[in-house]
């Protein structure tokens, strides 16, 4: 029972962390938008005399985040909640690598990317954080698909996908600035189908290892 009640919470974490994410973290960030003389004065460890707002420190953005939006705790929790969990469950062997997968899949892997990436943008910030998280999920989802047949594999790909667009409709504006020379829509079907073709690169290469050490 509490097993189950571990699940359903882990499943509500994510939807958590991204409503926090922006009443908390992505409103500290605006303080790219201020004057010089107001946000100067909120700096920590951003040097005085950096020409642009903008320029502040990450994490700086992050300490204010903390002291001013108290919903920053919660993302955090979420966040490390929605992560640990299932590695915790693995690690009690009280699930199997391929419940893991379909745990990992789902996950519109695609949106959160491009979800960030445009915050970033607009908040006139700068940084690989996005493009990593995509590899280090590529990686991952991509070595666990080895424990599930093609069927769940494009099945799980074309959820993520659909919760991709579906999602940005609703959090990314279709901004014509930032996505040229295609449409927002466009960027994540793309962005869909790079996540799935990396999923299949490391899968190979997971079999190909798995063989070898067969032999």
């Not at 100067?40 to 002291?67: G, W």
């Not at 799980?156 to 829509?185: E, Q, Y």
């Not at 690169?201 to 067969?214: A, D, E, Q």
Request: proline share 5%; with cysteine.
């Amino acid at each position: 029972m509490v097993l189950k009640y571990g699940w359903w919470i882990w499943g509500l974490s994510l939807p958590t962390f991204l409503v926090t994410y922006v009443y908390s973290f992505f409103l500290a960030s605006k303080i790219a938008y201020e004057s010089q003389a107001d946000c100067r004065q909120k700096f920590i460890f951003t040097p005085k005399d950096v020409e642009y707002c903008s320029d502040i420190y990450p994490i700086d953005v992050f300490l204010i985040s903390l002291k001013t939006y108290p919903l920053s705790y919660l993302c955090i929790a979420s966040g490390m909640f929605f992560v640990l969990y299932p590695l915790y469950q693995l690690y009690k062997k009280n699930l199997s690598y391929k419940t893991v997968y379909l745990a990992l899949s789902w996950i519109p892997v695609p949106f959160l990317f491009h979800f960030f990436e445009y915050n970033q943008y607009i908040s006139m910030r700068s940084s690989a954080s996005p493009a990593i998280v995509l590899c280090v999920a590529i990686i991952i989802v991509g070595g666990l698909s080895t424990q599930a047949n093609w069927k769940t594999f494009f099945l799980m790909n074309g959820i993520a996908a659909v919760l991709t667009l579906c999602l940005a409709s609703l959090a990314i504006p279709n901004d014509l600035h930032w996505f040229k020379p295609v449409t927002r829509n466009v960027a994540m079907v793309f962005t869909a189908i790079v996540y799935t073709l990396g999923q299949l690169v490391v899968h190979f290469l997971v079999r190909s290892v798995i063989t070898l050490v067969k032999r």
